[in-house]
């Protein structure tokens, strides 16, 4: 069974720091890019930051040189350590991974995009 699992969200106050981590299961293996989405009140989901197996990564423009995105890949686990943080940054924040699964029925792996359940990240003023 394939999951997901984020932590690290929270409240913190402007200009504090938070640490999200996202541990994806064994079941998905040769995993390409793993990312942060986030979501706002009344907004659209929208990517944050994301990582390739080689280490290549995308910002948002809005975090650059803020928020920094890591990953383990021998531990299936991406992390957003995300520095100055200000009340733009609140939001449900989602992991994204896009990776390959084994349909053991047919002994065949295949390449698929998974989401994490969210976790709240609130900045106040």
């Known amino acids: 069974q394939v999951q997901l699992v984020e932590s690290g969200g929270g409240l913190v106050e402007a200009g504090g720091s938070l640490r999200l981590s996202c541990v994806a299961s064994?079941?998905?293996?040769?995993?390409?890019?793993m990312g942060w989405y986030r979501q706002a009140p009344g907004k659209q989901r929208e990517l944050v930051a994301r990582?390739?197996?080689?280490?290549?990564?995308v910002y948002a423009d809005s975090v650059k040189g803020r928020f920094t995105i890591s990953r383990d890949n021998d531990e299936n686990t991406a992390y957003l350590q995300m520095n100055i943080l200000n009340p733009e940054d609140t939001g449900v924040y989602y992991c994204?991974?896009?990776?390959?699964?084994?349909?053991?029925?047919?002994?065949?792996?295949?390449?698929?995009?998974?989401w994490g359940q969210g976790t709240q990240v609130t900045v106040s003023s």
């Open positions: 064994r079941s998905i293996f040769s995993i390409n890019t």
């Open positions: 994204n991974v896009v990776g390959f699964v084994l349909d053991s029925a047919y002994g065949v792996s295949y390449e698929n995009e998974y």
């Open positions: 990582i390739t197996r080689g280490g290549n990564t």
